[in-house]
């Protein structure tokens, strides 16, 4: 992401006072954890230089998807929107998570995971380590509106994943195929160990098409407000420039953003790399996004205790690692279940019904996601295979 930091206005965050603090919001972005967050950099960070259409770049895409399973996330879930890039060809990855009142408006949150010349821990591990915390984080969380997890690949060589995707799924023949009502797009937040990382900016959009200007603000003023209510971040406002919401601005779609401030200046370079970002801004980066992200969603307010959940707290799946039986444990109230094991892009290797013992002997050794169905319930599970 290359980028020129123009200040709009910080007296403009004295006019954010006009939104409602929810405490389920609050809680559940305190289920960002540090933990996972140093984690999902570190993984970022060993899978390499991620030039769009490389080995690399095509590892990475099968990373984000077995994340996205083991979160309990189905193939059926996830799309990918293929494109090319001079003599490459690589992959945008979706996952839409149905809205309850509004299942055709959908609210898109964005990064990039293409790389240049660097693992790109910042530029965009940061961006795409958020996102996967915030899918975790709300996967059985009610929204009102859909939500699409977007990873775009491209974007180093020009938003040519995003531009692709807009111009073929979002619209096609000039034909809009999808509503949505804002793009969050999270881009290089990983901040440079020795700052003062106690800031993000937020982006709106003011220029291209002057109609959504308007909207962008009052949808960023929005964002700030929830980064100040969800996390401990101060707020800087400015411009959005050269990342993958503008393609969607260039077709009158209402866009804001996330950037790092102060900026780091590792972007592009060989320095990109996890030893020089700040974990604990991405941290706090995560916690006012999962905030945010609620409020455009419209999560549900409500934090209950889910009978469901219980029983699936109850539900064993032993031993794992596995080696030719795996056995399933259900409680009483169970009386009927079925067992599917996939492997981790996706693809059915076994399915059983009702058996607590499963011969496994003829799965090949590796990583799989078991999941077990119950009382229109399901649970997903990573399991090892010896």
Same mark, same amino acid.
């Given at each position: 992401?290359?980028?020129? &930091? ?21 809680? !559940? ?11 999902? &950099? ?93 899918? !975790? ?21 020009? &938003? ?15 034909? !809009? ?203 997903? !599970? ?5």
């Amino acid at each position: 992401m290359k980028k020129v &930091l123009s200040v709009l206005s910080l007296g403009i965050l004295g006019i954010f006072h006009g939104q409602t603090f929810i405490q389920a919001y609050q809680d !559940r972005a305190n289920q960002v954890t540090q933990t996972n967050i140093t984690s999902l &950099l570190q993984q970022f960070s060993n899978l390499g230089v991620k030039t769009t259409g490389s080995v690399e770049n095509n590892n990475t895409l099968a990373w984000l998807k077995s994340q996205y399973l083991t979160y309990g996330y189905t193939a059926s879930q996830m799309s990918e929107d293929t494109f090319t890039s001079g003599s490459n060809t690589s992959k945008n990855l979706i996952v839409t998570k149905t809205g309850t009142v509004y299942p055709n408006i959908f609210v898109i949150i964005c990064g990039h995971y293409d790389t240049i010349n660097s693992p790109g821990v910042s530029d965009n591990g940061s961006g795409t380590s958020i996102l996967l915390e915030a899918a !975790r984080i709300l996967k059985d969380v009610p929204t009102e509106y859909s939500v699409k997890f977007i990873h775009f690949s491209g974007e180093e060589q020009g &938003l040519v994943g995003s531009t692709h995707y807009v111009n073929n799924v979002v619209f096609s023949n000039n034909v !809009r195929q999808l509503n949505l009502k804002v793009v969050f797009n999270i881009d290089q937040v990983g901040g440079k160990m020795g700052n003062p990382n106690t800031t993000i900016t937020c982006e709106s959009d003011q220029s291209g098409q002057t109609a959504n200007n308007a909207p962008s603000l009052a949808m960023t003023q929005q964002l700030a407000n929830c980064t100040t209510l969800y996390s401990p971040l101060l707020v800087n406002m400015s411009n959005a420039f050269a990342s993958d919401y503008v393609p969607f601005e260039n077709k009158g779609d209402i866009i804001t953003g996330f950037y790092e401030t102060p900026v780091s200046g590792n972007q592009h370079t060989p320095n990109d790399t996890f030893a020089n970002v700040d974990p604990v801004y991405v941290f706090k980066v995560g916690k006012a996004a999962v905030g945010a992200l609620q409020h455009f969603a419209v999560a549900s307010s409500v934090l209950a205790v889910d009978e469901a959940q219980k029983i699936s707290d109850q539900i064993k799946i032993y031993p794992n690692p596995a080696k030719n039986i795996l056995y399933i444990e259900t409680p009483s109230s169970v009386k009927n279940f079925a067992v599917e094991i996939s492997d981790m892009s996706g693809k059915l290797v076994l399915k059983s019904e009702n058996q607590n013992e499963i011969n496994i002997s003829g799965i090949s050794s590796g990583n799989y996601m078991c999941s077990i169905s119950y009382n229109g319930e399901k649970i997903s !599970r990573k399991i090892i295979v010896e």
